[in-house]
């Protein structure tokens, strides 16, 4: 996502002397209100730890701003919390008692219930503690970093400013007492660095809100593990460094990553041929910053390359810069590659993540890219899951190209996508009114319905970019779209009134679907790709148990089926299956000839699998080839002239997985092939391609037996039923016939005569050609006597 650079506000204290790599020395403050003595060998200074910090709270459900002039009045310093109680962290309940959360266990118990409602949850608990600075000393400090643990939403205060917030966005302002969140299960970590602006000397106040998401939330907890001041600005050579594809791939690529100054404004990368020794330099355009990460993003698009070359490249902001990595441009030429398949990430990306990218990129090393089926991570706001998505990728992403479809945990936190476009770059060929075919015509008029239409057609098409586009690489059409669907994202600001059942906004999520399958329908049907791959999160044939998506089903397998897609790579369900739509049966055992529909998982998240004889594929005509549960898989794809050859590897097990095989072991194969006319099958592993039959012409023969001055004479009959001239050759045991031409609709006759009275059964060939197709048919004929 292209923005303009805009004027940071992550400002640097004047006077400030040069950023360092490194902490010179660290000091730390415990307890409340502890005064830190001068030094002129500061480098860090701590000032709140989860086992030396006393914390005021107020969990009764009450606004402590109740009667005071601002809201946000119970954050500054002179705000009086005598009458609140005081307790050391980390604090929680688990339905109202002092048990774990999640794998966290609190010391201090919180009141989890309203006094007149035990059954609703309180949503909102506030917290304060304070730390001293001598004189002068304030001025020293140009940073402020933080480590939280929260469940289910927190915000940070310091000396009455907003620093920094987590799962915020349903925040109202309207009161101290709101619910946030988005039931993200166990407590969430994460960090934040902001300004050392907000400091003063003498007492300094850190407070904290933390919020239920629901009244039915069964738990609650916090923690801030440190708080901690710098007299040098936070700085790290730059990282995400992410290759994503272009319109262009043989000639262009885009290249992203995260800065690791924070006040950097200005991106470069320099990039050379890896056999040349001349460096171009290319300056990267601001995208964001987002997630309380000061650091900003930047992206390029390096245009100017040359196909099937080797080029050698490093990002940088200042005088820092990230290793050198290297790629490959696209070879329009190139027949054989693979790329690998990844499911859900999402949880375990510090464990499991990690292993099974390494156990993919060992099993399948010269890959061009990696596609992903949504969830890469669990919160979308919670930077430090991203950190962990990108170590696991991190030389994956920076030299092969990865293409990503968005899912609903990438709203989680972050409803307007800004972390996901802020990681990805990827081409602007989205819908939009003028892709949509007939459906654009529901925006003209000016009827209410029509002014909906438009603002809806308009606003989707702004936010589909980078969530819904395709890329065209050697031969095959990558082609990721957005199941998601929330009123929250998909309503425009402004949106014109409108009254009665037929108003769009009725209906926004099926609207939103069928918008995609229009521009999928239109960028298929002129697509010279001989390879089509669909990748999006939730599967349109559910695998686990309770779930199911009719409304995708409904508007996008038409599609599929229609243009006959090769490979449908899914998400979202944690269990693995794999499938086709009845419709494609063929007569051969083993063997299909439409989509493979396929939901995988690569993370450590593990569900239930439905009922095998009665799910949503059998529900909805479609069959179950494979399936299996509590065990996680990447699969790798290779790309021939001819084939498709899916492969999929088991990467990690737990105890209850329903497969024998180990790690490392095949877990599923099949193979797509297709020939130059278009013929495909999908055979299973060991089943053989079926030999093509010649198709027969449209051509009716009849026989019947004459008596020719005694002697008996086979007449053959050949009626042309094509649409076009066809050539007819006739042969039996007596000799053969040739007809050159045959127009349509007429008939062509031959007879063969005997020397004998008697004629015994036999049969006669009858070779039709129209100058494509050449087919022949045996007809029998009876014996007869004159």
């Given at each position: 996502?292209?923005?303009?650079?805009?004027a940071?506000?992550?400002?640097?204290?004047?006077?400030?002397?040069?950023?360092?790599?490194?902490?010179?020395?660290?000091?730390v403050?415990?307890?409340?209100?502890?005064?830190?003595a001068?030094?002129?060998?500061?480098?860090?200074l701590?000032?709140?730890?989860?086992?030396?910090?006393?914390?005021?709270?107020?969990?009764?459900?009450?606004?402590?701003?109740?009667?005071l002039?601002?809201?946000n009045?119970?954050?500054?310093?002179?705000?009086?919390?005598s009458?609140?109680?005081?307790a050391?962290?980390?604090?929680?309940?688990?339905?109202?008692?002092?048990?774990?959360?999640?794998?966290?266990?609190?010391?201090?118990?919180?009141?989890q219930?309203?006094a007149?409602?035990?059954?609703?949850?309180?949503?909102?608990?506030?917290?304060?503690?304070?730390?001293?600075?001598?004189?002068g000393?304030?001025?020293?400090f140009?940073?402020?970093?933080?480590?939280?643990?929260?469940?289910?939403a927190?915000?940070?205060?310091v000396?009455?400013?907003?620093?920094?917030?987590?799962?915020?966005?349903?925040?109202?302002?309207?009161?101290?007492?709101?619910?946030?969140?988005?039931?993200?299960?166990?407590?969430?970590?994460?960090?934040?660095?902001?300004?050392?602006?907000?400091?003063?000397?003498?007492?300094?106040?850190?407070?904290l809100?933390?919020h239920?998401?629901r009244?039915?939330?069964?738990?609650?907890?916090?923690?801030m593990?440190?708080?901690?001041?710098?007299?040098?600005?936070?700085?790290?050579?730059?990282?995400?460094?992410?290759?994503?594809?272009?319109?262009?791939?043989?000639?262009?690529?885009?290249?992203?990553?995260?800065?690791?100054?924070?006040?950097?404004?200005?991106?470069?990368?320099?990039?050379?041929?890896?056999?040349?020794?001349?460096?171009r330099?290319?300056?990267?355009?601001?995208?964001?910053?987002?997630?309380?990460?000061?650091?900003?993003?930047?992206?390029?698009?390096?245009?100017?390359?040359?196909p099937?070359t080797?080029?050698?490249y490093?990002v940088?902001?200042?005088?820092?810069?990230?290793?050198?990595?290297?790629?490959?441009?696209?070879?329009?030429n190139?027949?054989?590659?693979?790329?690998?398949?990844?499911?859900?990430?999402?949880?375990?990306?510090?464990?499991?993540?990690p292993?099974?990218?390494?156990?993919?990129?060992?099993?399948?090393?010269?890959?061009?890219g990696?596609?992903?089926a949504?969830?890469?991570?669990?919160?979308?706001?919670?930077?430090?899951?991203?950190?962990?998505w990108?170590?696991?990728?991190?030389?994956?992403?920076?030299?092969?190209?990865?293409?990503?479809?968005?899912?609903?945990?990438?709203?989680s936190?972050?409803?307007?996508?800004?972390?996901?476009?802020?990681?990805?770059?990827?081409?602007?060929?989205?819908?939009?009114?003028?892709?949509?075919?007939?459906?654009?015509?529901?925006?003209?008029?000016d009827?209410?319905?029509?002014?909906?239409?438009?603002?809806?057609?308009?606003?989707?098409?702004?936010?589909?970019?980078?969530?819904?586009?395709?890329?065209?690489?050697?031969?095959?059409?990558?082609?990721?779209?957005?199941?998601?669907?929330?009123?929250?994202?998909?309503?425009?600001?402004?949106l014109?009134?409108?009254?009665?059942?037929?108003?769009?906004?009725?209906?926004?999520?099926?609207?939103?679907?069928?918008?995609?399958?229009?521009?999928?329908?239109?960028?298929?049907?002129?697509?010279?790709?001989?390879?089509n791959v669909?990748?999006?999160?939730?599967p349109?044939?559910?695998a686990?148990?309770?779930?199911?998506?009719?409304?995708?089903?409904?508007?996008?397998?038409?599609?599929?089926?229609?243009?006959?897609?090769?490979?449908v790579?899914?998400?979202?369900?944690?269990?693995?299956?794999?499938?086709?739509?009845?419709?494609?049966?063929?007569?051969?055992?083993?063997?299909?000839?439409g989509p493979?529909y396929?939901?995988s998982?690569?993370?450590?998240?593990?569900?239930?699998?439905a009922?095998?004889?009665?799910?949503?594929?059998?529900?909805?005509?479609?069959?179950?080839?494979l399936?299996?549960r509590?065990?996680?898989?990447?699969?790798?794809?290779?790309?021939?002239?001819?084939?498709?050859?899916?492969?999929?590897y088991?990467?990690?097990?737990?105890?209850?997985?329903?497969?024998?095989?180990?790690?490392?072991?095949?877990?599923?194969?099949?193979?797509?092939?297709?020939?130059?006319a278009?013929?495909?099958?999908?055979?299973e592993?060991?089943?053989?391609?079926?030999?093509?039959?010649?198709?027969?012409?449209?051509?009716?023969?009849?026989?019947?037996?004459?008596?020719v001055?005694?002697?008996?004479?086979?007449?053959?009959?050949?009626?042309?039923?094509?649409?076009?001239?066809?050539?007819?050759?006739?042969?039996?045991d007596?000799?053969?016939?040739?007809?050159?031409?045959?127009?349509?609709?007429?008939?062509?006759?031959?007879?063969?005569?005997?020397?004998?009275?008697?004629?015994?059964?036999?049969?006669?060939?009858?070779?039709?050609?129209?100058?494509?197709?050449?087919?022949?048919?045996?007809?029998?004929?009876?014996?007869?006597?004159?």
């Amino acid at each position: 996502m292209h923005q303009k650079p805009r004027a940071s506000t992550w400002l640097t204290r004047t006077g400030v002397g040069a950023l360092a790599l490194a902490l010179l020395g660290t000091t730390v403050i415990t307890g409340q209100a502890a005064t830190a003595a001068p030094t002129d060998e500061l480098a860090e200074l701590t000032v709140i730890t989860t086992a030396d910090t006393e914390w005021k709270f107020l969990d009764d459900g009450t606004d402590p701003a109740a009667g005071l002039g601002s809201m946000n009045a119970w954050t500054e310093t002179d705000f009086d919390d005598s009458a609140w109680k005081s307790a050391k962290g980390s604090f929680g309940a688990k339905r109202g008692v002092l048990e774990p959360v999640g794998p966290h266990t609190p010391r201090t118990l919180l009141n989890q219930y309203l006094a007149d409602q035990p059954s609703t949850t309180i949503p909102t608990y506030f917290f304060r503690t304070s730390f001293d600075l001598e004189a002068g000393q304030a001025d020293q400090f140009v940073e402020i970093s933080g480590d939280v643990t929260f469940d289910d939403a927190l915000v940070v205060w310091v000396n009455g400013t907003k620093v920094a917030g987590f799962l915020d966005d349903r925040l109202t302002g309207q009161s101290n007492q709101e619910y946030a969140g988005s039931s993200n299960g166990d407590p969430i970590s994460s960090s934040f660095r902001v300004p050392a602006e907000v400091l003063v000397d003498g007492e300094n106040t850190v407070a904290l809100s933390l919020h239920q998401d629901r009244a039915s939330s069964s738990d609650i907890y916090l923690d801030m593990p440190q708080l901690s001041l710098h007299t040098t600005e936070h700085r790290e050579p730059p990282s995400r460094v992410i290759l994503t594809p272009t319109q262009t791939p043989e000639t262009s690529q885009y290249i992203s990553w995260l800065g690791g100054l924070a006040d950097e404004e200005t991106g470069v990368v320099e990039i050379r041929e890896t056999a040349g020794s001349e460096v171009r330099s290319i300056d990267a355009a601001f995208v964001d910053r987002v997630n309380n990460n000061p650091l900003p993003h930047f992206s390029v698009e390096v245009t100017g390359l040359k196909p099937a070359t080797s080029y050698t490249y490093r990002v940088g902001n200042a005088d820092s810069y990230s290793q050198w990595f290297t790629f490959t441009t696209a070879d329009p030429n190139a027949e054989n590659f693979q790329y690998i398949y990844f499911g859900d990430a999402q949880i375990g990306l510090d464990t499991t993540w990690p292993q099974v990218v390494e156990q993919a990129m060992a099993a399948a090393p010269n890959i061009v890219g990696s596609v992903h089926a949504g969830d890469l991570i669990d919160t979308a706001s919670n930077e430090t899951q991203w950190v962990n998505w990108f170590k696991g990728m991190e030389q994956s992403a920076a030299t092969t190209n990865v293409m990503a479809a968005p899912g609903n945990h990438e709203y989680s936190g972050d409803a307007k996508l800004r972390a996901w476009k802020a990681n990805f770059e990827y081409p602007r060929n989205n819908p939009s009114v003028e892709t949509v075919g007939e459906l654009a015509q529901l925006t003209v008029g000016d009827t209410p319905q029509a002014a909906q239409y438009r603002a809806l057609f308009e606003h989707w098409t702004e936010f589909a970019q980078e969530t819904v586009y395709y890329a065209d690489y050697q031969g095959v059409r990558f082609i990721s779209i957005n199941a998601t669907r929330s009123s929250g994202f998909l309503t425009p600001e402004n949106l014109p009134a409108c009254e009665g059942s037929d108003c769009p906004a009725n209906d926004l999520g099926s609207l939103w679907i069928e918008f995609q399958a229009a521009w999928l329908d239109h960028i298929l049907e002129g697509t010279s790709s001989k390879w089509n791959v669909v990748t999006f999160h939730q599967p349109v044939y559910s695998a686990s148990s309770g779930r199911n998506e009719p409304i995708l089903r409904e508007h996008w397998v038409p599609v599929f089926q229609k243009h006959n897609i090769d490979l449908v790579q899914m998400g979202h369900d944690h269990v693995y299956a794999r499938g086709y739509n009845n419709e494609n049966v063929t007569e051969h055992e083993g063997v299909t000839d439409g989509p493979v529909y396929i939901v995988s998982n690569s993370g450590a998240k593990h569900y239930q699998l439905a009922p095998a004889e009665d799910n949503v594929w059998t529900q909805n005509n479609a069959t179950q080839v494979l399936r299996g549960r509590g065990f996680t898989t990447y699969q790798i794809v290779d790309v021939t002239a001819d084939a498709l050859t899916y492969k999929s590897y088991i990467a990690e097990k737990t105890s209850s997985a329903s497969t024998e095989l180990n790690v490392g072991d095949l877990w599923d194969e099949f193979t797509i092939t297709k020939d130059a006319a278009g013929t495909k099958w999908v055979t299973e592993a060991g089943v053989a391609v079926p030999e093509e039959t010649e198709p027969a012409l449209n051509v009716a023969v009849d026989t019947s037996v004459r008596c020719v001055a005694g002697k008996a004479t086979l007449m053959v009959a050949a009626t042309n039923a094509e649409s076009g001239p066809i050539s007819l050759n006739i042969v039996n045991d007596f000799g053969s016939k040739q007809f050159a031409k045959v127009e349509a609709g007429k008939k062509g006759t031959a007879a063969f005569s005997t020397r004998q009275s008697e004629l015994s059964e036999g049969t006669v060939s009858v070779e039709a050609y129209d100058g494509e197709t050449r087919s022949t048919q045996q007809v029998e004929f009876a014996a007869a006597s004159c």
